[in-house]
């Protein structure tokens, strides 16, 4: 069975249910699936075409689903943000493409690099061989990104 076909076969209840590095394009098809079931669970009963009506247990999923994609595009936005600025974007543009001031993106950059840190410093401290997040140096690089004026683009290395 292949990873899709795994994925197609799972029952989806709680966000938890979706796999960890579940694309987002899988989830939102199974989502919309659940969505039609229980939209044409809505229509009459002499209606004229063949339907698949939908259950309370496609309307949990549909929500389930929906937040497992609501929390992993919340999740993602300090990795884009700080990709962004790497590859030479200015905190104006980033903010624009936020729909939020430069000073709540820089906010956000902190706020996900102290995360990152985080992460790093406590699997460490539970003796994880290779760590996930920022060291203390990478943490400071990514600190250190907040000082730029709005304006400024990242300088060529």
Partial sequence: MTDFEQWKALQI???????PGTPLSWQADRASEHAMRVWDASLPADFP???ERGTA????????????IRRD???????RLHTALE???????VAAALDISPEDARALLRQWADGQHHLYV????????KPLGFTPD??????ALTERS???RRTAQ
């Fill in 138 to 143: 990478q943490h400071a690089a990514v600190i």
């Fill in 13 to 19: 209840r709680r966000p938890g249910d979706v796999p």
């Fill in 122 to 129: 406590s699997d460490q401290e539970r003796g994880k061989e």
């Fill in 57 to 68: 247990q496609d309307s949990v999923a549909e929500l389930a689903l929906r937040e497992s």
């Fill in 73 to 79: 595009v919340e999740n993602g936005r300090g990795t």
């Fill in 150 to 152: 709005d304006d400024e």
């Fill in 87 to 93: 590859l030479g974007a200015t905190w104006a543009e």
């Fill in 49 to 51: 075409h063949p339907v």
